[in-house]
């Protein structure tokens, strides 16, 4: 009979938690730290004891680094490391055969297979020099290594192993930028991003930027993922809290922050920024657009930077709810870079590709005067840069591979309708007079000379939409959606490239 | 509209106060005059793959099988992988919990921890304890954590060791002597001196501190009780015999009683640096000694809010402390591209250091270690008052001559701090062979031009 441990495990939490709130005290920080500082008198070099306890201690520590707590890998997480080696070591100790990690967001370490096409063009970047041998193609898909290839002219020298800009590579930011232009439907530029470890450090560095002392607020849902508590302790700020409304599906009411915004301001606290986790972590939730349109207003009005964590954008299961940036949401309602200052967070780590251990991730900065931008790329430049793999693994989640649908309404005169159901895809093709002549010329039938044309070009077969009827003067073909997942985003790039050519050629 | 939150005025005074010359107003300039066309040779940075320096291939083999293990099962793998790198990934991916995507523990793979530490006891001979050594991305986010938890204010100060021009005999006394009277001043101010930190081999200058040096500052930190920072992540690049790199623990733990347990120290490593040069992948290591469990346990708590180190990278760091051995297939391949980057490197610091000392008013100690040159560029009055008018340090003035002149990108000295009315540049070691010469005698023809342009004739008779 198996006991989970996280039942336990969630008491725990809640006890441990509430002991949290009620000891973390500054003013118990502030007495050790008073005690620690000795000062030393002149030291005598003749004398070779020491003249204190060891430099670093608990009680020498920086109280910052004391105060701050970080529970998703905390206390409960030791013990569980524990019971584990206990189970290997002596099977049968406890009353469950294995640990059973529900504390975190890690896909991959529970059985989540990666997406092999990522992983393709990621080994293929590790190791560029068999990219020159033939007996590579065998191994890896064809898309995998034009997508390597494509990735590696974005880098200077194909240098995997270099340093790069401290935003991340350019070529990269291009294609980010794209991916979220064509998210939002409004531009990104390039250098708006910035490419981090992971979303975690961007989200430390715009603490850093914020918080000039304790006095310095930044709005946090409660409850919240909390690495925005450790953040705000480490860089000496107050986290000034508003709480999501539990009966409501954890929803957000502006009345409520503007609630906490003004109790905060009362006690002299200036509040800096808000921070918004959509879709949320923990509570699971998705804002509704005009819950967002109300926050960005709210932002805006109060003259707070706002904080997006959407690293969970793809993770959204129930039909009735969408993804909505908290950018294309100021974007549309007019607001633009003169309007609201708006940090957008994603990662790698989540979503359907789970790759938390890659750290990859950006921010998007928009709405600062140059002067801030230097200051932040400055903070980014004194690490250098983030790590490549996890820049070109970010570049390849905004830009994922295209769904045969996707492919075929993005080509020239081609329209699709969505598949709704069966098997097929039954796209419309405007064909160019040039093309109808060539085709009669041939006595071939429009849309069979094209069908004819994309077989001896790509080896791609269709079927001629006269085969079963159209409207007259109407050119059709059907597509099945069946090829293997791996095999479409060869054929999306075989297509696209014959059938530019084929327009090239018959354009009128 | 209400002000905004987040302007130059209402930023973290300490951002504003930051200063990262490698990649400062060089730089940024050099990057523009790149964008215009103009052909640049960037020595600003420690960065070898991007000056031509090629991967090391059988780390990238293994990684790549890492990235890939869907690969392992194709019959074919082994067309285009050598066995050895095969059997190596099978071993690192079964250290992880899951492969290259999921997080690790925050300290890093375990069995990836026991390598460095098996790593560290071949080298000192002493043992080293894989719950003490901590996994980061790149040395430097070790060096940041650290600094956060012994830094609590702007009363605790760090003492940084100063290049110096000293005379080898004298380096011992010297240091000393220096670094009392240092810590003497800051502490008049009011200032806790809590840390010291040394870079050996040294950043920029290149020295490698002999065993006597070390036991010296070991013996310091004792008596001043400081913790010592250990940044000794260019011990694979040495470049004279006289004094091979000796790690401070060894030097620690060789001092014995009371020293080897009470002095602290954190010792610094990665993957950027040595022969290996994979700056781009951000691996490195802290290894404690003698720091306190509870402090262990916040340091750790800090690590996790990071969740962990990127994996890839822990792959780099196993095999970079877990080489082949002999009889291994690829080991042949390894020791000769590894033997021929640091022959190269050597030969590279030679070149540079001879070449800065032909040029007029430029005085170059021979780099021992690390990648870098560190030549003095005895400025004349003129130059320095050519300088002021344009509103620029002397030694930033200089570079950004010399760097629209030839495109060469160097850091200005005063980006390391420097004697006052003292001023170097750096610059890297790195650039290929075959372009050395090129480059040397581009900047022996701007910089004799240079100080042509701004030596006071007055009085002297031109020939």
Redesign the interface.
């Known amino acids: 009979m198996r006991r989970f441990v996280i039942g336990r495990g969630r008491n725990f939490l809640n006890r441990s938690h509430q002991q949290n709130l009620l000891s973390s005290s500054s003013s118990h920080c502030q007495s050790r730290?008073l005690s620690s500082?000795?000062?030393?008198d002149?030291?005598s070099?003749s004398?070779?004891a020491?003249?204190?306890?060891?430099?670093?201690?608990?009680d020498?520590?920086?109280?910052k680094?004391?105060k701050?707590?970080?529970a998703?890998?905390?206390e409960i997480v030791s013990i569980a490391q524990r019971l584990q080696q206990e189970l290997q070591t002596n099977p049968g100790s406890h009353s469950f055969d294995e640990i059973l990690y529900c504390n975190?967001g890690?896909?991959?370490?529970?059985?989540q297979q990666?997406i092999?096409f990522f992983?393709?063009v990621?080994?293929?970047c590790?190791?560029p020099?068999?990219l020159d041998?033939s007996?590579?193609q065998?191994?890896f898909s064809a898309d995998s290594i034009e997508r390597a290839w494509q990735i590696l002219d974005q880098i200077?020298?194909r240098?995997?192993?270099?340093?790069?800009h401290?935003q991340g590579i350019k070529g990269l930011r291009d294609t980010i930028a794209a991916g979220i232009e064509a998210r939002d439907g409004f531009p990104a530029d390039p250098n708006d991003i910035f490419l981090t470890?992971?979303a975690?450090?961007a989200v430390h560095m715009m603490m850093?930027?914020?918080?000039?002392s304790e006095n310095d607020g930044i709005l946090c849902p409660i409850p919240q993922y909390p690495?925005y508590s450790?953040?705000i302790a480490?860089?000496g700020g107050t986290l000034v809290p508003y709480y999501l409304d539990e009966a409501t599906g954890w929803g957000l009411e502006t009345s409520e922050v503007k609630k906490q915004l003004e109790a905060a301001k009362a006690k002299g606290i200036t509040v800096?920024?808000l921070v918004v986790i959509n879709p949320g972590n923990p509570t699971g939730q998705v804002l509704a657009e005009e819950n967002q349109r109300a926050i960005v207003e709210f932002c805006?009005?109060?003259?707070?930077?706002l904080l997006a964590d959407e690293v969970y954008q793809e993770n959204v299961y129930v039909p009735e709810k969408k993804f909505h940036s908290f950018k294309k949401v100021s974007r549309s309602m007019g607001y633009g870079e003169k309007?609201i200052?708006l940090v957008s967070f994603q990662s790698v780590?989540k979503g359907y590709y789970?790759?938390?251990?890659?750290?990859g991730g950006y921010m998007e900065v928009t709405?600062?005067?140059a002067?801030?931008r230097e200051?932040i790329y400055?903070?980014a430049?004194?690490?250098?840069?983030?790590?490549?793999?996890?820049q070109i693994l970010a570049s390849l989640v905004m830009s994922p591979p295209k769904t045969l649908e996707d492919a075929f309404n993005s080509l020239e005169g081609i329209t699709c309708n969505k598949a709704e159901g069966a098997m097929y895809l039954f796209p419309r093709i405007q064909l160019p007079e040039k093309a109808i002549k060539a085709a009669e010329a041939e006595k071939t039938v429009p849309d069979a000379f094209y069908c004819r044309r994309l077989l001896n070009a790509t080896g791609i077969v269709l079927v001629p939409g006269s085969g079963f009827g159209q409207v007259p003067g109407t050119w059709h073909f059907r597509c099945t959606i069946l090829p293997q997942e791996d095999k479409i985003p060869a054929i999306v790039t075989r297509l696209t490239d014959f059938h530019k050519n084929f327009m090239d050629k018959f354009r009128n | 509209m209400a002000p905004k939150a987040l302007d130059y005025e209402s930023m973290n005074e300490n951002v504003k106060k930051v200063q990262y010359a490698v990649r400062g107003e060089l730089y940024l300039r050099a990057s523009e005059l790149q964008k215009e066309g103009k052909k640049i040779i960037f020595t600003n940075v420690g960065n070898p793959h991007a000056l031509g320096q090629r991967p090391l291939t059988f780390p990238r083999q293994v990684v790549a099988l890492c990235q890939a293990p869907f690969l392992l099962d194709d019959p074919n793998v082994g067309i285009v992988f050598p066995a050895d790198a095969i059997a190596r990934a099978k071993h690192y991916l079964s250290l992880t919990s899951g492969g290259l995507g999921a997080y690790s523990d925050s300290r890093g793979i375990p069995g990836v921890r026991k390598e460095v530490a098996e790593f560290i006891e071949r080298r000192d001979g002493y043992p080293s304890d894989p719950e003490l050594i901590f996994l980061t991305d790149g040395a430097s986010k070790g060096v940041m954590q650290t600094l956060n938890c012994v830094i609590r204010g702007e009363g605790d100060g760090v003492v940084l060791l100063f290049h110096t021009t000293w005379k080898r005999q004298q380096i011992g006394v010297l240091i000393i002597n220096d670094l009392q009277q240092s810590v003497a001043q800051a502490r008049s101010k009011g200032i806790t001196v809590r840390a010291m930190v040394i870079i050996n081999p040294g950043n920029p200058t290149g020295q490698c501190l002999s065993e006597a040096n070390l036991r010296e500052i070991l013996r310091f930190c004792y008596q001043e009780n400081l913790v010592l920072l250990g940044d000794e992540v260019y011990q694979q690049n040495i470049y004279q015999d006289e004094r091979p790199f000796v790690s401070s623990k060894k030097v620690l733990m060789d001092m014995g009683l009371p020293f080897s347990k009470e002095v602290q120290l954190v010792s610094f490593h990665t993957v950027s640096k040595g022969y290996w040069g994979e700056c781009g992948q951000r691996g490195g290591y802290f290894e404690m000694t003698n720091i306190p469990p509870k402090t262990v346990d916040e340091i750790y708590k800090i690590a996790s809010i990071a969740l962990s180190p990127n994996v890839p990278a822990q792959i780099f760091m196993g095999l970079m402390v877990n080489p082949l051995k002999p009889g291994d297939i690829s080991y042949e391949q390894f020791v000769r591209e590894s033997k021929g980057i640091l022959e190269s490197l050597r030969r590279r610091a030679r070149m540079m250091t001879d070449g800065f000392n032909s040029c007029r008013n430029v005085v170059c100690n021979f780099t021992e270690g690390a990648m870098y040159s560190f030549p003095q560029i005895r400025l004349p009055p003129k130059a320095i008052e050519a300088a002021k008018r344009a509103g620029k340090v002397p030694d930033v003035f200089y570079c950004l001559r010399l760097l629209e002149a030839t495109g060469i990108s160097t850091v200005p000295g005063s980006g390391f701090g420097q004697k006052e009315g003292i001023f170097h540049l750096r610059t890297t070691i790195l650039p290929a062979e075959e372009d050395m010469p090129a480059i040397m005698e581009s900047f022996k023809k701007f910089n004799d031009e240079f100080m042509e342009q701004y030596e006071d004739y007055r009085g002297y008779s031109r020939m």
């Open positions: 730290f500082t000795s000062v030393i002149s030291p070099s004398s070779m020491p003249t204190s306890s060891p430099a670093i201690t608990v020498s520590l920086n109280p680094v004391l701050c707590e970080y998703v890998r905390g975190i890690n896909p991959q370490s529970l059985g990666p092999t992983r393709e990621l080994a293929l590790d190791h020099s068999i041998r007996e590579t065998g191994l200077p020298g240098a995997t192993g270099a340093y790069s401290s470890d992971g975690s450090p850093q930027l914020l918080i000039r690495l450790a953040s480490l860089h800096r920024a805006k009005k109060e003259g707070l930077v309007d200052s780590s789970g790759e938390c251990g890659k750290r709405g600062f005067s002067e801030v200051q400055k903070v430049s004194v690490n250098l840069c983030s790590n490549i793999s996890g």
